[in-house]
């Protein structure tokens, strides 16, 4: 709680994901905040998993994110090629268990052909117009996304670019940006 009585903001990170032109990109920022402070500029929370296979992206409680890697990096060797199918498996489990349910985190997940949000609510969805941003800064990183998605730029710089834009405006998104790509075709 704030010394108003209100319950402080959640912030996290900034993720955003392009699909387009035969590559799919997440890309994040490398900044970790606790309250108004910046403890690290350059987190690692895009990595690829599945043997290279599928890239994930998360914005959250760095705790929990490593946790929800863990568990789709199981649920993905359970159904090999089958992100979708991992990925509901996932959200099942963070509805119903006890633990996971206090998981406060958001991710981003691609493979070559799906690209989902998972959120802790149990929503495993497929974002509109191969564009989607989590994350304290995701709105922004979306909005630059968008576009810049109808434009002949490749997936790649629309990704950073509108993670440069992000940085630029949200206090909890830095420019030390990762970023993980896929070929689709």
Known sequence: MS???APQSWHGTTIVMVRKGGKVVIAGD????L???VIKHTARKVRPLAKGDVIAGFAGA???AFTLFERLES?????????MRACVE?????RTDRYLRRLEAMMLVADKNISLVLTGTGDVLEPEGGVMGIGSGG?????????LADTDTDAETIARKAMA???????????SVTVETLATE
């Not at 649920?75 to 992100?83: H, S």
């Not at 834009?165 to 420019?175: G, L, M, P």
């Open 3 to 5: 010394d108003s009585g």
């Open 30 to 33: 490398g900044q970790v905040s």
């Open 35 to 37: 309250g108004q402070t």
């Open 62 to 64: 760095t705790a929990d």
């Open 75 to 83: 649920k993905l060797e359970q159904y090999p090629g089958q992100l």
């Open 90 to 94: 996932l959200a099942k489990d963070w």
């Open 139 to 147: 709105n922004y990183a979306l909005a630059a996304a968008k576009a």
């Open 165 to 175: 834009i992000a940085a630029q405006i949200c206090v909890y998104t830095n420019d």
